[in-house]
């Protein structure tokens, strides 16, 4: 729209923001279910909002307030909140400008990525966001209900250049650097977390590996961790959800190209933590199964330098032959048999 313009809200706008959400909100009166916190906003709330540092933007279409947006910055996320258009002003650009306004913001202050809530009931709105680049890492759910509610919705930022492929020689500083990771991550969950494993190739002394830090975060239920998405990217975690892995919540910190460290958060009865478990302590205790994977890795590392796929559809074969191994070896031992 020609005549749009963006400009920074302050507390001054309140009455104008507190009309804005109101507009906006007032057609989803009595078809949400929990209700929306909006139909019982108020001055004094939004007064809350800008005192503990949270930013407004507001759009102007002519002489008229068209719409705003809430953000937040926590470590590497901008959460954006808020988000109202009046209802007139809708498909004409106003909320995508709006939206534009908050990553512009974020790359500026090098954040990784945006996220936002956005209720289930509400297909446009969950249309809207992905028409902008945004994709769902998990359901969750309002306190007091069992079915998820809404949606917790990412937008990365980073670039998603070549990923390079390096496998080193085995580092004495690794484990450091996981009980450095594994301290941040426990303050961060805190009675969230049960427990918490090293585990991958950083975790086996002696073996050639990526230099990426792969950790096992350990929960009783992983969706306690959808409302610790926050305080995970305050100390640089970018969330993925499950990622392909039913029952995992999945974070990385670094960019996409540029990794330093995984985290795998699983239920602590999971299957795939005894996978994890029994493929790491084979690896400690079985030097010929342990040469055999360095050096493929380093040979499709070689071969492969900017392919991670290829390099990880080429270990795949003999991954699956050792974590059968493993598992066997693994149960018995646990069993006392081995």
């Known amino acids: 729209m020609a005549d749009l313009t963006l400009r920074a809200a302050t507390p001054a706008d309140s009455t104008t923001l507190l009309s804005l959400i109101h507009q906006a909100f007032e057609e989803y009166r009595g078809r949400l ?21 949270e930013h407004a933007v507001m759009a102007i279409v002519g002489a008229e307030a068209a719409g ?24 004409v650009g106003v909320g995508r400008a709006l939206v534009e306004y908050v990553a512009n913001e974020a790359v500026a202050d090098s954040c990784a990525y945006l996220r936002v809530g956005v209720r289930l ?47 080193a020689p085995y580092d004495p500083a690794w484990p450091a650097r996981f009980e450095a990771e594994a301290a941040t991550i426990r303050a961060a969950l805190g009675d969230t977390l049960i427990g918490i494993e090293h585990i991958g190739s950083t975790s086996v002394l002696g073996l050639a590996a990526k230099p990426i830090i792969d950790l096992l975060p350990l929960v009783r239920d992983t969706s306690d961790l959808d409302g610790k998405i926050g305080a995970m990217a305050a100390i640089g975690y970018l969330p993925r959800g499950e990622f392909g892995l039913p029952g995992r919540r999945y974070f990385i910190k670094g960019t996409a190209h540029t990794r330093s460290v995984h985290a795998h958060a699983y239920q602590a009865d999971h299957p795939e933590v005894e996978r994890h478990l029994a493929f790491r302590n084979y690896l400690r205790t079985h030097a010929e199964a342990r040469a055999a994977y360095a050096a493929l890795k380093i040979d499709l590392a070689q071969r ?35």
Not at 33 to 45: F, L, R, V, Y
Not at 68 to 91: D, N, S, W
Not at 140 to 165: C, D, K, N, Q
Request: overall charge neutral.
């Open 33 to 53: 279910d929990p209700p929306s916190g909006a139909h019982s906003e108020t001055a004094p709330t939004l007064a809350a909002l800008f005192a503990r540092g």
């Open 68 to 91: 705003c947006v809430f953000y937040v910055q926590t470590g590497v996320e901008i959460y954006l909140h808020r988000l109202a258009v009046l209802p007139k002003m809708r498909r």
């Open 121 to 167: 009931a509400l297909r446009n709105n969950l249309a809207f966001f992905e028409n902008l680049g945004f994709s769902t890492i998990v359901e969750a759910s309002h306190p007091g209900y069992a079915e998820p509610t809404f949606a917790h919705m990412t937008r990365e930022l980073v670039s998603r250049g070549i990923r390079f492929v390096e496998v």
């Open 304 to 338: 492969h330098p900017t392919d991670i796929v290829a390099y990880m559809e080429g270990k795949d074969s003999l991954i699956k032959r050792l974590e059968a191994q493993a598992l066997a070896w693994y149960r018995a031992s646990e069993q006392g048999e081995a």
